[in-house]
């Protein structure tokens, strides 16, 4: 018997701000509330498919530090320097961690200050 990653919650302020971003990078479309929290998910599955649903938490603490988890994502329709301008575009910014440029992946934030990196490899949509 084994597990399988199912949801990731994310504490945040603003759960919609931060549902409406992810649900532009990844595809996901909203899921629903249940109480503070915000569900998004890939369209056709919702919870339970292949792909993890993210689940958006309010919290008021603020965030302190860099977060012991991050998420990596990878283009599957475009290359990396196009996905780079359309996540850029959508609300992303980026981050400078000590890069000496020597990397293959970008460090980026969300609205709300995650690091994510966008990685270079393309990869098949699910």
Not at 64 to 92: I, M, S
């Amino acid at each position: 018997m084994s597990c399988r990653i199912t949801e990731l919650v994310i504490d945040c302020a603003d759960p919609q701000r931060l549902a409406d971003f992810w649900c532009e990078v990844l595809g996901y479309v909203e899921l629903g509330w249940e109480g503070d929290d915000l569900e998004i998910g890939p369209p056709a599955t919702g919870f339970g498919g292949p792909q993890p649903t993210l689940v958006f938490s309010r919290g008021t603490e603020p965030k302190g530090g860099k977060l012991p988890l991050h998420l990596d994502v990878n283009p599957t329709d475009r290359d990396q320097d196009a996905e780079l301008e359309r996540l850029l575009a959508v609300g992303a910014r980026k981050v400078d961690i000590g890069q000496t440029g020597a990397a293959t992946w970008h460090v980026l934030a969300d609205p709300e200050g995650n690091e994510f990196c966008l990685l270079r490899r393309r990869v098949t949509a699910v």
